[in-house]
C-alpha cells in the first residue's frame, strides 16, 4: 500500500511539472528525484 502511496505522490508530482517551467529542487535527494523526473518524463511521453 505504501507503494501505491508514493506512486500517487510523484504522478501529482508529474502533473504540476506539467503546468510549471519554473520548478527548482533542492536538497540532498537532488540524484533520487533527477532519475524519478526521468521516469515520469518516459512515462508521459509514452502517452503523447
Not at 510523484?10 to 520548478?23: M, Y
Amino acid at each position: 500500500m505504501e507503494v501505491f502511496k508514493m506512486n500517487e505522490k510523484w504522478d501529482n508530482l508529474a502533473e504540476i511539472l506539467k503546468t510549471s517551467n519554473n520548478i527548482v529542487f533542492f536538497g540532498g535527494a537532488g540524484t533520487t528525484i533527477e532519475n524519478r523526473l526521468k521516469y515520469i518524463q518516459n512515462k508521459n511521453s509514452g502517452r503523447n
